[in-house]
RNA sequence: GCUCCCGUAGUGUAGUGGCCAAUCAUGAGGGCCUCUCGAGCCUUCGACCCGGGUUCAAAUCCCGGCGGGAGCACCA
């Protein structure tokens, strides 16, 4: 048997049963909430991937199905947020759109036996299910339990009185997987379809349901809904349904950032954060606004691909493929941290020139005019270095030396050799600039003048990768990676 | 407590019984190159959770431990 020789992977693997007819349908489920955040990118990024493999379609379906979480700018921020990503939406679908239908199948479910309205306290209730006893509710006739079901759907009982539950096994030896409630009433009109209803479907119905009604092939997602698996594979066996494939690839952890969208959410409310966007906190949004490209992200999740182990997400690794894509497309300039001006004695002329990019010369220079004594600024690292060293190279322009005053020192390139630092400057006519960090600070400086757009990246040298937010007056900046 | 899932370098990843004294990326150290602490080139470090078993041969199969994770919601 021949053997492929060992390759980088660049796609992902082959999914099980993909070659239908038409490719597979796959769907993202978001519950809008809140805008995406990078976890919610890698359900995102593998099912258009799967899908533009196959040729196939993928529905993006809001799971709005609790009022209470619903906040309604989230449907237009995931939709956004996906179009960033370059993940191709064929359908969008919302389930609050489809109560009746829901209402329907738990109905026909009741009918056959397989469902019933519980009137028992709650807690009683759990209580039961873990020592795997039925409540008298489970064992009621279908046509009680369908007279339940009416009164339940006309508003008969109050909220947290009545549930339908779909039966599963009640000795089921995973107490995960002992009946679930598939309808409940809550007494809150819903931000999109107002008070239209008040009782609403669990996820493990709608989900099941959607999956079904939509012609999903295939559900890819995180192995957190495992136990949802087998809860609504119950419900495809109760109606003799055809099931997707289910492939649930591993956890994410994600270090040192700040996810939930409910804490960002409160974030923003008590003014800690600016926005969904805020630096700090690992939506989209933020690391578009950092610079990230969407094409590092998906190749990064690619990369990890859909292995059942839990997977803690490498900045330096995101970073890294970041940087691949920016650096050759990034400008270069100085920017002046920490600035320290100096003096510098000179009788002659002189103009400066440093390329915009050092592997890409048509590109141009960058370079300013000297003539007489000037003065630029360095920043206080650097200074130090001078006076420590007494010589130091401005890259581009000249040598100096400290003493008294700093001189002019010559042009030439080969004291680097000699362990002279090649520091970058800011001349005379230079902007304030602000550099806004990931951990939200400033950092201020100077920059030499600039010609970049709102939204490019550009390398500051010896500093690092920054997205340009706005140029004018003063520049503004949004820190990427080195 | 019960059920399920997973266990290759710091982080990911390749590997499905012999070509594995284990791949690639990232990271860390060193060197070259470059008028950037970016890129490029070279180099070093670093892993099959443990113990049994099957086999001529195991990272790969089996069993048992151990470790990690998830679920057991009128959230998604």
């Not at 493929?321 to 001006?341: A, C, G, T």
């Not at 680097?416 to 001349?427: E, M, N, T």
Request: proline content about 6%; some cysteine; aromatic content about 8%.
């Amino acid at each position: 048997m021949v053997k492929e020789r060992k390759e980088r992977r660049t796609s992902l693997p082959d999914l099980e049963g993909s070659d239908v007819p038409g490719g597979v349908v796959m769907r993202i489920a978001p519950g809008p909430s809140g805008p995406l955040h990078l976890g919610h990118s890698r359900v995102a990024v593998l099912n258009d991937e799967y899908v533009k493999m196959s040729g196939g379609r993928l529905l993006n379906r809001f799971e709005d199905t609790n009022p209470e979480k619903v906040d309604p700018e989230a449907y237009r921020m995931i939709a956004e947020d996906l179009d960033w990503l370059g993940v191709e939406v064929h359908q969008t679908v919302y389930q609050s759109d489809r109560f009746q239908r829901y209402y329907d199948v738990v109905r026909a479910l009741t009918e056959m036996g397989q469902a019933y309205v519980c009137l028992c306290d709650s807690d009683e209730w759990r209580g039961m299910k873990v020592a795997c006893q039925a409540c008298g509710c489970r064992g009621l006739a279908p046509e009680e339990s369908l007279e339940r079901l009416d009164r339940l759907l006309s508003s008969h009982y109050s909220a947290g009185e009545a549930a339908a539950v779909v039966k599963t096994a009640i000795d089921h030896p995973n107490p995960a997987l002992r009946d679930f409630i598939a309808l409940r009433q809550v007494d809150r009109p819903h931000p999109r379809v107002g008070d239209r209803y008040n009782v609403y479907p669990m996820m493990n119905l709608s989900v099941a349901v959607d999956d079904h009604d939509l012609g999903v092939t295939h559900v890819l997602r995180g192995k957190d809904h495992l136990n949802n698996t087998h809860r609504q594979a119950y419900i495809y066996g109760h109606l003799s349904w055809t099931k997707p494939v289910f492939i649930h690839y591993g956890l994410v952890s994600i270090p040192d950032t700040v996810l939930k969208t409910s804490v960002i959410g409160q974030g923003i409310k008590d003014g800690e954060y600016r926005g969904w966007d805020d630096v700090r906190v690992g939506t989209l949004r933020a690391l578009a606004r950092r610079g990230i490209r969407p094409e590092a992200i998906r190749r990064y999740w690619l990369d990890v691909g859909v292995k059942q182990v839990d997977v803690q997400v490498s900045w330096d690794g995101l970073f890294a493929m970041n940087r691949d894509i920016v650096d050759p497309e990034s400008k270069r300039y100085f920017f002046v941290p920490d600035p320290v001006p100096v003096e510098v004695e000179f009788d002659g002329s002189t103009e400066s020139s440093c390329p915009l990019h050092p592997d890409r010369p048509e590109l141009g220079v960058r370079s300013h005019g000297f003539e007489g004594d000037f003065m630029v600024h360095i920043c206080a690292e650097d200074h130090e270095e001078l006076q420590r060293k007494g010589m130091l190279r401005l890259k581009g322009l000249c040598n100096i030396e400290s003493g008294e005053t700093c001189r002019h020192a010559g042009d030439d390139k080969s004291v680097s050799r000699q362990g002279v630092r090649i520091v970058q400057w800011a001349p005379e006519g230079s902007l304030p600039a602000e550099v806004l960090m990931p951990d939200g600070s400033v950092t201020p400086g100077l920059v030499e003048p600039m010609d970049a757009s709102p939204g490019e990246v550009v390398q500051f040298e010896r500093f690092g990768f920054v997205r340009i937010e706005s140029v004018g007056d003063r520049v503004r900046a949004v820190f990427a990676h080195r």
